[in-house]
């Protein structure tokens, strides 16, 4: 007789292929909809409300911070949010990259370095970069300098130890093959070495994109004068959740599509990665 | 057997121990490899087999005693020995042929780099071709089957015609069959080339089949130093010349071939039989023996 297994429940259901999606975006839907439903009744009672604006009214929000060139500063609003925004993640991000790499690359492969700066870049990488926040805006200033550097510490020490370890967990018999082949210190380290790393720092500031954005709106939120996170936590002394909500849709959405990108590119360049994952 | 050896040998090991802590490992070995020998190392498993290799290697160094290389002492690992393991001989990153032409790029300056580029791929081709892996060159490791990937090593390691070549259970991960055929196939480079190898195996078949020389390294053996029992580092307990086979594993069914396995298995593998130091089978020209007073007080 042949077994049959549950559409949905249990340890042994076996969803159908075609189900999949649905259920998949289901949840979704149903959110949307419970919102449309609570912000039609609310409007319904009072046209003046607030706090869950429709799809109309967000739309028309959108034009005016999008599509119109805004009096006082002559600029789109909302480009400009965005543009300032994913400078200071992509410059302080990027920097942590590239220090993080550095500094974990080094750390792995020579163990005086190793023994040396691990210990204080585990204590390091435990301190809450917000606690801190305070003590940058004072030393670098609440300027673009501040911004930048929280999202610099807030990366540099998890990429730091996450290199360190991906450069340990390389075989030693690798290292000793390349210097049967005749590598140099330098070539072993930036040719043999350096290159099987790098899809593994894709993948660090993959993850570390999410700590990135919350850095950068909570600075934003507490000191200054445009960007994303400014923007909604402006307007939220008007309880404008028409822009409030399109303005997160939208972090999300270029969260998404980083991550995206990130993804893409570990997968396309670095196939043999992907492979021994 | 010889007491002291001329030290004009490829690869010379003399009072090597090698501790950890408190743990010998290796308990006095002595050892003389001439060039062209395929010298197989048997024994059984946690006899420090990997580590001996490791130590000619260069990857660790001796407690005690010396090793010379070409009459001298062995530094770091370089080009002067190639290396094959079981498994992470190649890189990842790099394709087939990338992964073969690797050791002339890093042996060579920028400059030559550049300008000797054809010469070099030239080169890995016809490493690869020997190999028979030409219509594989532009996979990744990945890409292969296990036998293929050591194929991709051998080649990786032939390009620098390294004065010895030292394989760790090359073929320890492979299924039976493609074992059996990569036995073969390193038989016929090693007559080509002329290589010089030093194989360390834990399958006594392989190592018989494969050795013009076999050594067995075993910690169950006795000497003088008291509490026979006693765990001690493993030595080279026998070492046997084998009669150069045609390729063909046909010998292996000859009764032959099964006797010495069984005489092999008997003295290095049995942790009930433990003959004394005086007495091992050190049948190899090559082979010399240097007791200290303790181990044979018994005159």
Known sequence: MMRKSPFLLGIHAEPPRLLRPVLGILPIVVLVAAYLVVSHVRLQENPRDKLTPSVSQMVSAVKMMAFTRDNRTGTYLMWADTLSSLRRIAIGLGSAALVGLFLGLHMGMLPGMGVTLLPAMTFLSTVPPLAILPVLFIIFGVGELGKVMLIFIGGLFVITRDIYYATRRIPREQIVKALTLGASQFELIFQVVLPQIMPRLLVVVRLSLGAAWLFLIASEAIASTDGLGYRIFLVRRYLSMDIIIPYVLWITLLGFLMDSALRFIVNRRYPWYAAAQ | ?299
């Open chain 2, 1 to 299: 057997m010889r007491e002291m050896p001329d030290t004009n040998s490829l690869l010379v090991l003399e009072d090597v121990y090698k501790a950890y802590g408190a743990k010998v490992v290796l308990d006095n070995i002595d050892l003389i490899v001439n060039g062209g020998e395929l010298c197989t190392v048997v024994g059984p498993s946690g006899c420090g087999k990997s580590t001996l290799l490791r130590l000619v290697l260069g990857q660790e160094t001796p407690t005690l005693g010396r090793i010379l290389i070409n009459h001298k002492a062995v530094g770091y690992p370089c080009p002067d020995r190639g290396v094959v393991y079981q498994r992470y001989s190649l890189f990842p990153h790099l394709s087939v042929i990338q992964n073969v032409v690797l050791g002339k790029r890093l042996s060579a300056g920028i400059f030559e780099r550049i300008s000797r580029r054809q010469e070099f791929l030239d080169e890995a081709m016809y490493f690869l071709e020997k190999v028979r892996l030409a219509e594989h060159v532009d996979k990744y490791p990945h890409e292969l089957s296990g036998g293929m990937q050591q194929r991709v090593a051998l080649a990786q390691s032939l390009i620098m015609k390294p004065g010895i070549l030292l394989m760790d259970e090359p073929f320890g991960a492979l299924d039976p069959g493609t074992r059996e055929e990569m036995q073969v196939f390193l038989l016929e480079l090693w007559e080509e080339f002329g290589m010089t190898i030093f194989f360390v195996t834990h399958d006594l078949e392989e190592a018989v089949f494969l050795g013009t020389r076999i050594l067995v390294l075993s910690q169950f053996y006795s000497d003088d130093r008291g509490d026979a029992c006693a765990q001690r580092g493993a030595r080279i307990v026998a070492d046997y010349p084998l009669a150069r086979r045609a390729s063909s594993t046909v010998v292996k069914e000859q009764a032959e071939f099964g006797e010495l396995i069984q005489k092999i298995r008997h003295e290095g593998f049995d942790p009930g039989f433990r003959q004394h130091v005086r007495l091992f089978n050190l049948v190899h020209d090559d082979s010399f023996q240097t007791l200290t007073e303790e181990e044979h007080n018994m005159e």
